[in-house]
């Protein structure tokens, strides 16, 4: 399901050209915010950019009140949507394997409440900043929460780094990328190694940096993200420039500068900002700041709006070129997908499909990332092209219709299998009792579709409350509700049966207007373009939900082998999946909009009476949430992990997200790599089938279906529905804000 209703990015401009007005300065009046209104309007009346200094920023935040009893309704109502949290046991008690501490978020949640009674919290922003903290320590790029007080200020820094090899066996170094950028275009001096970071050793630094990062389950996914990366450059996602640059939402304070010294004892000072995305007109001091912004309502500004030259973040690509990428011999209009042959000698057999997000731009993107590939793959084989290498680079997920789309092109005659399930609460059983027995007194045939059944109201799709949308785990029908929902018991918690996706029904697959290939009425299809042998996925760990969905099919059921680039400055395995593995997710005002949906379908007292009992009236009716997370009229900043994504023959039903996965291979970033994406794919040919050297002690023998912590092994594949949660909510509004 492609629309999870929550926002893609806060409307902040996609880059700013130039050297930004900073208005900088310290609260001497005690009225921090009073400051930033003034700054706001002058620099808006100029035609800046509103950035200020991250400390008078900070200041004003922290002037901010608590807001005592609101808080604490708001933590009981996360409270009450986070047992639909599907991995809420796996975090609390997580398999061996999983390279995170285990936390307990309900305890937590209560503790923060309990901390705010007491008045344990002095400023509303640090209220706000733990629950999001708390929620990232769960390491779930679908489980996320953005209030609306820490997206009214957003912090970054004025720079970029990157972690290269300098020959591709050393153990990479960390440079600025302006450095790197300079000699690349010919300028004549020697860049050198980051030593240190604000006074500390700079991996200890960035380590801990990276550490903060919630979108990531990988630590090496959340290293590779603090750095800029050309894959996201070439689609114009908003946060190529890393988290180095803006963090998620957490609190990405860290003074006015960061000061770098080199290895050669220079040094290098980067200015700290935070971006004023908010009309501060009026605003006098940190309650009028509450007043105004933590009320309700999307109070988030398009400053492209407001100053003169700064692009829209949502302008979509035209370019005829991906940017930083060769011509292609087919792309996407919104850059998401594009084909190139390798011409260089010794590599003319090799084509590179590039998909760095499965998320289209475009209305008819569906289509046009169907039609690219089909094309490119029918292509390829004409040209006798006999190696084909998937570049998955930046892909954050998407569609889940791509991902399966792009399967079954590669593997037009495996049946993906598909398998996820829901945590089995007393809400669940209730609405899916009542949608099911709506449904059969309306006698709504197992044959109609999902619309056709009105199983839709407030513009929600409620699909998966009916059992005849869904089918087992042996792609049969259920017998009825009871059969569907168990419970199951599993890591001392209960989940529903295992279910599989009909895509033979559209909107089970979540696009009426869509037929993946091999189905419905796109049952024409080539035969399989590549043999699995001579395909392999390049990943840099910041594959993610539907990214996450193909790679599982691809090298469960496909055979197909990864390499994995980049990670920490460590020899050895990094997996290629280090984002969440979860099978869908859905926006907070989703599962209240869920709710009240099912609530329509009550005929009888009873049927009301069993939504009451089982907490579906709490659901229906949140207030809390809707005021205080941050969004825009696409929705709200906040996100549950809503199925687990399973893989069949595993008796212990681990989800995915907790099973560790190494690539085949492992291989460094060199400088020429940052600007040549074909220098990066003639290191994957070679590392695959030519003579090129994996990095030391990473090579394994592919556990993509051979092993899951121990648990049974099979070279099948579990995956299911999804959408593209946001990774770091904040830092893709920010990121590339400061691409200078």
Known sequence: MSGSGIPASISVPATITGSPTIQTGSATNGQPCAQVSQAFTSLIAASDTPIIGASLGYQCLKSVPVDKSGDQNLIDEISEIMEWQSTLAYIKNPPSGYD?????????????????????????????????????????????????????????????????????????????????????????????????????????????????DGGFHDPDARYNNLFFNIAKQAYGAADQMGNFAGLTGTSAYDGDTTELVHENGTKTSIQNVAVVNADFTGVTNGKSFFDQFCSGGDNTLDLSSLVSGVPSSSAS???????????????????????????????????????????????????????????????????????????????????????YDLFKQLFPTMEPYGGTRWRANSAFNAMGQVTTAWAQSKLVAGNETILEAGLVGTGVLVSEFWVNSSLNANNKDFADWADLYGPHVFNSDNFTSIVRTNFSDPFSVGDDEFSVTGYENNTNVAAQPFAAENIVLLQDGYCSSTCAIFTELAKSQGAVKQVAIGGRPQTGPMQGVGGTKGAETIGWDTLAYKAATVEMF??????????????????????SVFVRAAGTSQGLAAAINYRDNLRPGDDSQTPLQFVYEPTECRIWYTAPMLFDPTVTWRGVYDVMWGKGQCVKDSVTNGTAAGSSNGHKKNAATAVGASSHALLGFLAVALASLFAL
Request: proline share 4%; net charge negative.
């Open 317 to 403: 690509a035209t370019a005829p070129t991906a940017t930083g990428y060769p011509w292609p011999v087919h792309k996407t209009s919104d850059d998401i997908a594009s084909g190139y042959f390798l011409n260089d000698t010794g590599y003319q057999n090799v084509a590179v499909l590039s998909i760095p997000s499965f998320m289209p731009v475009e209305e008819d993107g569906t289509e046009d990332f169907q039609s690219v590939v089909r094309q490119f793959l029918a292509d390829a084989v004409k040209a006798g092209k006999k190696y084909l290498i998937v570049d998955l680079r930046a892909n954050g997920g998407g569609a889940t219709e791509l991902g």
């Open 602 to 623: 009550t005929t009888t007292r009873a049927s009301a009476k069993l939504l009451t009992n089982s907490g579906v009236d709490t659901l229906s009716n949140l207030t």
């Open 100 to 212: 995170n501490p285990a936390v307990d978020i309900l305890a937590g949640l209560q503790n923060i409440s309990d901390t705010v009674g007491k008045g344990g919290y002095s400023n509303e922003y640090d209220v706000q900043i733990d629950i999001s903290n708390l929620l990232n320590k769960a390491y779930d790029g679908h489980l996320s929460y953005l209030s609306d007080i820490a997206g009214i200020l957003l912090f970054g820094r004025l720079g970029r780094l990157v972690s290269v090899s300098h020959d591709g066996s050393a153990v990479p170094e960390v440079f600025l990328f302006e450095d790197l950028k300079q000699t690349n275009a010919g300028a004549k001096f020697t860049p050198s190694a980051v030593k240190t970071i604000n006074g500390r050793p700079a991996q200890d630094y960035l380590n801990d940096l990276a550490s903060q």
